[in-house]
């Protein structure tokens, strides 16, 4: 990515979370064109990032790919700090995963990431569409309760992967978090010349002049 596009992009700190084994780094993999279908769980965190353009208007999503594995959990709070948008994933084969963003992530994020945080629900894997264990009303229910939306997505087939990152950008630039960024942005003043400054430089050069020629005097007495 350009200097100039990184510059002009406004920032959108971007977390993933979810169990072990739904998909992650797959979904992150996909969104950047660097999809490996034999990833390996990742261990801590890993960080990438995108410039998108939603709406005419320059995202720069710093996406970071939590560890599921339970114990990495307790560094993962480190991570939520500052974020803007938690896209929570679970995988449709696997009850147990949608339970988990229930029962400990949801909470987890709430309780450590930024004041406002925009939740985003991926059931991944629809690819296995005739193996799904969770119930679509079930799904909706949770979704209202937390004010979050949802997609279904394949990382494997690279469906509708895209459309996740365009629905999370698009509630981003809706959100007070994006005014506040805004505004922010706007209201910040550029340095100024500081007259001040110059006179304590003179100074300093007149003080190092006087310096000088009392040093010169010296040696020639």
Not at 32 to 53: H, L, P, Q, Y
Not at 200 to 217: A, C, H, I, L, S
């Amino acid at each position: 990515m350009s200097d100039n596009s990184e510059k002009d992009a406004i920032r959108c700190k971007t977390i993933i979370v979810g169990d072990s084994g739904v998909g992650k780094t797959s979904i992150i993999g996909r969104y950047i064109n660097k999809f490996n279908e034999k990833e390996k769980s990742t261990i801590g965190a890993s960080f990438t990032n995108k410039i998108d353009t939603i709406n005419g208007k320059q995202i720069l999503f710093e996406i970071w790919d939590t560890a599921g594995q339970e114990r990495f959990r307790s560094l993962n709070s480190i991570f939520y700090q500052d974020a803007y948008i938690c896209i929570m994933v679970y995988d449709i084969t696997n009850k147990q995963s949608f339970q988990s963003l229930k029962d400990y992530w949801y909470n987890s994020v709430k309780d450590n990431g930024t004041e406002g945080i925009i939740f985003h629900i991926a059931g991944n894997k629809i690819d296995l569409f005739e193996e799904e264990e969770v119930d679509r009303n079930e799904i909706k229910a949770y979704c209202k309760s937390i004010d979050a939306e949802f997609n279904f997505i394949s990382a494997l087939e690279n469906t509708y992967i895209d459309d996740l990152f365009r629905k999370v950008g698009l509630k981003f630039l809706n959100s007070d978090i994006y005014k506040n960024l805004k505004d922010n942005k706007k209201n910040k003043k550029p340095e100024k010349f500081s007259l001040d400054k110059d006179s304590d430089n003179n100074e300093n050069d007149n003080n190092n002049g006087d310096t000088t020629k009392k040093k010169r005097k010296k040696k020639c007495c």
